[in-house]
């Protein structure tokens, strides 16, 4: 959710958009558990080496308002002074109306979209009194909740767009400084997808160092019981007592997105984080997420579904202590051979890709909705001793006459400088499929390769297959 405007919105056709598509246990595994808990369980107990600095159970009478010691209302369609509708072109007022934001007297927070006889939509929007969450020197903070998105999907669910997120606290009272003082976007849902989205904003926009108004944001489909189906577990963990730092986010305890400070410049990163961050639950209606799968909402989305909010709970770690959920994405020990088809759907970082299934040979998954300034990660590419002089890609293209960009190759930094690169334009459509090869530098040894997409267009230019090397 992004103030003033910036959610993960491609640049591209809407067709391009919607394929866009705990201790030994640690936190990993608590937050796992925690998915499978009755739908009013408390949040679970902090494990060795962390402390619970705020708690919200929402614990209180059926039909009861808001916690006022730990929660403010944002009410109407802006902030005082700021964009208008929260600047992501939203259409709903939010209320204070127990009609709502309430407790359900089981444990719950429910806050429900409504529509009026003409029309008219409400929904509510709560944010932390404190503003001041954030690690301490050298240790690491976890924002997390558990939570079902509202129940509904398909056409009924077009518009909605439900959040848990984070602003950094120099937004309150400036209402026009973003996205330089930092968002993390914990959870976005659109349009009753079995999805969770999740996005660190920063820097300047449009574009710059955070590929704004996208950002650097990753997604995960919920397992087992859908998004809607039932409650999740979603969480960032912001880390100090790594070099470079880290924002860890995480879907029922796996790590499936992680930006670090070496992905932007020092001044982009320290303007984002150093300072205290608020955080937001909120569901809008209508707005630039979900106008980039379809819109809404229209006639046809049913009203009365609500975000239910289990717990919000936020922990920290002093120091280097607590224990951390295992990574998730293998470290760069030479898991790939440089020399064997790797899928391109098989990225352990990314910025602005999505996947959709391929009709290649082979079948599988491909990655698209590729834009200027996009990039995928792949760990650990064993190049061996004998070097490495040519590039391949599996790509394809539809876009449109004039569009056209370079697929590149960098090694261990997405900033460095492109060993090797080929340009792509339309290719005859974008599941037409051709081998690109390029010459490189000499490579041997273990890398991590990033391939970025660099265009002087907006537009998704390429889909990319699979990639291998050469001699």
Not at 235 to 264: C, I
Not at 314 to 333: D, E, K, R
Not at 367 to 380: H, V
Request: hydrophobic share 35%; aromatic share 10%; net charge negative.
């Amino acid at each position: 959710m992004s103030e003033p405007s910036g959610t993960p919105v491609r640049r591209g056709s809407l067709r391009r958009v919607l394929i866009a598509v705990f201790s030994a246990l640690g936190l990993a595994a608590a937050a796992a558990a925690a998915a499978t808990l009755p739908a009013n369980a408390s949040a679970p107990t902090p494990p060795s080496g962390w402390s619970q600095v705020f708690l919200d159970d929402f614990d209180g009478a059926a039909g009861s308002g808001i916690n006022s010691s730990n929660w403010q209302y944002t009410t109407g369609t802006s902030y005082p002074g700021g964009p208008a509708g929260f600047g992501t072109g939203e259409v709903e007022t939010m209320t204070s109306s127990t009609n709502n934001v309430s407790l359900d007297g089981a444990g719950n927070l429910r806050i429900t979209p409504r529509r009026d006889a003409a029309g008219n939509w409400t929904s509510g929007r709560i944010e932390t009194n404190r503003s001041d969450f954030q690690p301490p020197a050298g240790g690491k903070l976890r924002v997390e909740a558990r939570l079902q998105m509202p129940n509904v999907t398909g056409a009924a669910a077009k518009g909605y767009w439900p959040a848990f997120w984070m602003l950094g606290a120099p937004y309150r009272g400036n209402w026009w400084n973003w996205p330089g003082v930092g968002e993390l976007d914990i959870m976005e849902n659109v349009q009753g997808i079995n999805n969770e989205w999740a996005t660190m904003h920063c820097g300047t926009s449009p574009g710059g160092p955070c590929n704004e108004k996208s950002g650097i944001g990753g997604q995960k489909v919920c397992a087992g019981t859908t998004c809607q189906g039932g409650f999740h577990t979603y969480a960032v963990e912001w880390d100090k007592s790594t070099s470079p730092e880290e924002m860890r986010f995480y879907l029922d305890g796996v790590n499936f997105h992680t930006v670090r400070q070496n992905q932007v410049d020092a001044t982009t990163w320290a303007n984002a984080t150093n300072h205290g961050y608020f955080i937001i639950l909120n569901v809008a209606m209508g707005g630039e997420f979900p106008a980039a799968f379809g819109g809404g909402p229209d006639g046809g989305t049913d009203p009365g579904h609500p975000l239910v909010v289990d717990y919000v709970q936020v922990l920290q770690s002093t120091g280097g202590g607590g224990t951390t959920p295992p990574p998730t994405t293998p470290p760069p020990s030479g898991n790939r051979d440089a020399y064997n088809a790797i899928q391109a759907e098989s990225y352990d970082g990314q910025a602005g890709v999505g996947t959709e299934t391929t009709t290649d040979t082979g079948g599988g998954q491909n990655i698209g909705t590729l834009a200027n300034g996009d990039y995928a990660l792949y760990k650990g590419v064993d190049f061996g001793t004998a070097a490495a002089r040519q590039f391949y890609g599996r790509v394809a293209s539809g876009a449109a006459g004039g569009v056209s960009g370079l697929v590149e190759v960098r090694l261990d930094s997405r900033t460095s400088t492109p060993i090797g690169s080929f340009a792509v334009a339309n290719t005859g459509g974008w599941q037409t499929w051709k081998t690109v090869p390029a010459n490189i530098s000499s490579v041997t040894g273990t890398h991590d390769v990033y391939l970025t997409f660099t265009s002087g267009q907006p537009a998704d230019f390429v889909n990319v297959n699979w990639f291998d090397f050469g001699h």
